[in-house]
C-alpha cells in the first residue's frame, strides 16, 4: 500500500496509496518541479499525515494536511469501502468527509488512498537566517510580516538554546550566532520578486532590532542552513543525554494562537519554562503562530513538567488559541482537548464515533473518552 498510482501534472494533484512515505513522494516529484507542502517527521507516511492534520515548516504559504488533500479512500470499522470526493478542486455535493477523516487520527476509518493537492516549487529561493537580541523581538518581526502581506515559503523561529544545541550537534558545519533566531524561505518566479521580497523582510528585521542577517549562497549552504531546523529534535535530545542524564525524558509539545497573541504567548512559556528550572528549546512554525517546547527532564520530574505543559495550554487557550496546532491529541490530551472546545462538542464528536464504530475497534478513546465517565485522565 506504498505505491504512487497517478500523476495529473495539469491538475496539480496525485493519487497515492496510504502507505507511502511523504519523503518518498517528495522526492518523486521533485522530477517534476512540484511540491505536496506538508512535510512532518521523517517516517510520517501520506495516510498517518492525513490522520494527523499533519503540517510542517511549509504550512504558512501552502497550508496543512487538511487544505491540501481533494479526496481519500476509507476502510470503516465495518469493512465498508468509501471514496469522498471525485478530483474536483470545488464542490458542494454532500457532507465534507474528507475533512470528517482527516485529522480524526484514527478513530473512524483507516484511510488507504488519497489524491493530494500540489503546488509548483518557486524558480527562485532565497533562504534567510536573521538573530535577535530576544524572542519578543523574533516574534514581534514574525507578526510584521505577516500584517504586511509578505508570504514566506516558510517561516520558522528558534530560540537561543535551540541554537546552542544545533551548534553543539556536530550536524552542520557552519556555526551560528546563539539567540533567538528567524529562518525564512522566500521565493518567487524571478530574481527581482524574490529580492524585492528579501528587502522588504530584512528592513521588517531592522525595525525589530535584527543583530545578524545571513543568506544562503549556494545549494548547499541552502541545504545546510535548513538542515538546522530539521535537527532540532535530535540536537535537543543529544544535548540532553550528553548534559544532564543519559537517560532524560524529553516531553514534545505544541501549541498555536492567533498571530496577534504570538509575542505574549511564546515570551511567557519561556519565561516561564526558565523559572520551573527545567532546560527547553522552543521552535516554531511562526508563520501561522504555532510553537513548540521540547522540554528535558528526569524521572522524578515527570510531575513538575506535567504541571508546566498545562499551563503552556491553559496560556494558549487564555489567547484563543489550541491545545495542539500539529501533534493531535491521542491520549495525552484529551483533557487538554476538553477545556478548549467543551464537553458538549466532545459528546457531538463521541456520536460520530460511536455511529460509525459502533464496537469501538478503531482507536478506542483516542481524542476523548468514549465512556464519559471514564475517570482516567
Known amino acids: 500500500m506504498n505505491k504512487i498510482l497517478k500523476l495529473n501534472e495539469t491538475d496539480l494533484d496525485v493519487t497515492v496509496q496510504g502507505g507511502l512515505g511523504w519523503e518518498e513522494l517528495r522526492d518523486y516529484l521533485s522530477d517534476y518541479h512540484l511540491l505536496y507542502s506538508p512535510d512532518p517527521g521523517p517516517s510520517a507516511t501520506i495516510a498517518g499525515g492525513l490522520a494527523n492534520s499533519c503540517s510542517g515548516t511549509n504550512a504558512a504559504r501552502y497550508g496543512t494536511a487538511k487544505e491540501n488533500v481533494l479526496s481519500i479512500t476509507v476502510v470503516l470499522a465495518d469493512g465498508t469501502i468509501i471514496k469522498t470526493k471525485k478530483r474536483a478542486r470545488k464542490s458542494a455535493a454532500g457532507y465534507n468527509l474528507t475533512g470528517l477523516f482527516v485529522g ?58 535551540m541554537m546552542r544545541f544545533i551548534n553543539e550537534s556536530g550536524e552542520t558545519t557552519s556555526k551560528y550566532d546563539v539567540n533567538p533566531t528567524l529562518m525564512l524561505k522566500l ?9 524585492l521580497l528579501t528587502n522588504s523582510v530584512k528592513k521588517i528585521c531592522a525595525q525589530n532590532n535584527s543583530k545578524t542577517f545571513r543568506f544562503a549562497e549556494t545549494e548547499d549552504e541552502k541545504e545546510e542552513l535548513w538542515t538546522a531546523r530539521k535537527v532540532a529534535l535530535w540536537s535537543t535530545i543529544n544535548w540532553g543525554k550528553a548534559n544532564i542524564d543519559p537517560e532524560v525524558n524529553v516531553w514534545t509539545t505544541d501549541v498555536a494562537v492567533p498571530i496577534s497573541n504570538f509575542v505574549k504567548t511564546i515570551s511567557e512559556t519561556q519565561d ?3 523559572q520551573s528550572g527545567f532546560i527547553s528549546s522552543i521552535v516554531g512554525h511562526a508563520g501561522d503562530g ?12 515527570y510531575q513538575k513538567c506535567r504541571d508546566l505543559v498545562q499551563r503552556m495550554v491553559d496560556r494558549a487557550l487564555v489567547h484563543e ?8 491529541v491521542g491520549y495525552g490530551k484529551r483533557g487538554y482537548l476538553e477545556e478548549e472546545v467543551g464537553e458538549d462538542t ?4 463521541r456520536k460520530i464515533k460511536l455511529a460509525l464504530d459502533p464496537e469501538r475497534i478503531l482507536n478506542p478513546d483516542k481524542i476523548f473518552k468514549i465512556d464519559p465517565n471514564d475517570h482516567e485522565p
Open 104 to 161: 480524526s487520527e484514527g478513530t473512524l476509518g483507516i484511510i488507504t488512498e488519497a489524491t493530494l493537492k500540489l503546488w509548483t516549487k518557486p524558480k527562485f529561493e532565497n533562504i534567510a537566517v536573521i538573530s535577535f537580541p530576544s524572542i519578543a523581538d523574533a516574534a514581534s518581526t514574525v507578526t510584521s510580516i505577516v500584517q504586511n502581506g509578505i508570504y514566506a515559503n516558510a517561516l520558522e523561529l528558534l530560540d537561543e538554546t
Open 187 to 195: 521565493g518567487g518566479d524571478s530574481k527581482e520578486t524574490v529580492k
Open 272 to 274: 516561564d519554562i526558565k
Open 290 to 301: 504555532n510553537f513548540h517546547a521540547l522540554i528535558l527532564y528526569k524521572h522524578e520530574d
Open 321 to 328: 488559541g489550541t491545545c495542539t496546532g500539529e501533534h493531535g
Open 346 to 349: 466532545i459528546a457531538l464528536m
